[in-house]
């Protein structure tokens, strides 16, 4: 039972075959001669198909190898050689900040978390000065799935004529994001959150934001990345994206709740991580004086799968950087869990997903008392 759908997600049946026929598609895009044709048809179309997703223009779609490139192309593109600072949060994925402190012209202001998870409007309205040159957060946070007020922060930019840019990954597929509010500049979003393929995303860009390509070359999308683009990836993105016209939000809210629920019943000692407003799909909680790592160990054994916290730092058992930057306790982040739903898990496996805890919690808090 895989519960780890905020670090990867399985990939549809109508992706996989989606991309199969693709893989006669040879031509590059770029070639002026049929087989180029053919692949440069379906580029359009699959532009075509996410800019009417998102409600925008096709030419302000970008492909990418994922959210961390076009992370990377946004933060380091935007506002070239601008001197100031840059606003970001410590709730932030490091391909956030990781750019944003190599900007080497600009100084980052980090707005602190706190136990709601998010940051709020005034928090950010307090961090602009005059040198602000871009505001960078994420719309839902990986680990706790914790909404930012994004659209309210948006329309603050637009005020205050900054840019804006939006690490929507954790937010596709999990709540509406069309009509994008106007003082949203661009959005990165990767498709292996979608039931997509790994290794290719796209960004959003606003028309007519000047902008500095981080990967230079042939001049493919419009001069903004260079290289042939994944083709076969952008295909099965495209499918992914069209799967999300029925999405299963409120499916994926009765798990998360009903999981929250049944878990009050079995289990009285735990807390839900995060006190702001969730997206529907993220459950991040700390078990009462319980060794977290023990009982992903003891879960992953009975063939149950979640996580620490984000996946790319799940290599090091370092409690969670972004649990303790909202101010928790060290051994409250240490048994933190996060479980994270998709559309391809049921009602019968949170039933089996309670029951394994109800049993393993009690077994390690026993283990703990002797």
């Not at 902008?211 to 990345?225: D, N, W």
């Not at 499918?239 to 499916?251: C, D, G, Q, R, V």
Request: proline letters at 5%; glycine letters at 10%.
């Amino acid at each position: 039972m895989y519960f780890d759908n905020n670090a990867t997600t399985p990939l549809h049946p109508e992706v996989v075959a989606s991309m199969q026929a693709a893989y006669t598609i040879f031509g590059n895009p770029s070639s002026i001669h049929a087989e180029g044709q053919k692949a440069r048809t379906e580029l359009i179309q699959a532009r075509r198909t996410i800019a009417t997703y998102l409600g925008v223009q096709p030419q302000e779609i970008f492909f990418t190898s994922g959210g961390t490139e076009g992370l990377n192309s946004l933060i380091l593109g935007l506002q070239p050689g601008k001197k100031g600072h840059i606003i970001t949060s410590s709730l932030e994925h490091t391909a956030v900040l990781y750019p944003a402190q190599a900007r080497p012209d600009c100084e980052v202001t980090l707005i602190k978390g706190c136990e709601r998870g998010a940051v709020s409007v005034e928090q950010v309205e307090q961090a602009i000065t005059s040198d602000t040159v871009l505001i960078v957060l994420m719309a839902v946070n990986n680990e706790t799935g914790v909404k930012t007020p994004w659209r309210e922060i948006a329309a603050l930019a637009e005020q205050k004529n900054i840019p804006f840019i939006l690490d929507g990954v954790a937010l596709l597929g999990k709540e509406e994001i069309a009509p994008i509010p106007r003082g949203v500049t661009a959005i990165s979003f990767s498709a292996h959150k979608i039931h997509g393929p790994k290794g290719v995303g796209f960004f959003f860009l606003r028309a007519g934001t000047p902008f500095s390509p981080l990967i230079r070359g042939g001049g493919q999308e419009a001069q903004k990345r260079g290289g042939t683009e994944n083709l076969q990836g952008i295909i099965g993105l495209k499918k992914a994206i069209e799967m999300l016209k029925n999405s299963p939000f409120e499916h994926l809210k009765k798990l998360r709740d009903t999981f929250e629920e049944k878990l009050q019943e079995a289990i009285p000692l735990f807390h839900v991580n995060g006190s702001g407003d969730r997206i529907c799909n993220v459950s991040n909680i700390a078990f009462d004086g319980i060794d977290g790592e023990s009982l992903l160990f003891n879960l992953d054994l009975l063939g149950i799968q979640a996580s620490h916290g984000s996946a790319c730092s799940s290599g090091s058992l370092e409690p969670s950087r972004v649990l303790l930057s909202m101010g928790y306790p060290l051994p409250r982040a240490r048994a933190s869990i996060r479980f994270s739903f998709s559309r391809f898990n049921t009602l019968e496996e949170i039933d089996k997903l309670v029951a394994a805890l109800k049993v393993e919690v009690q077994k390690l808090t026993h283990h703990h008392a002797h």
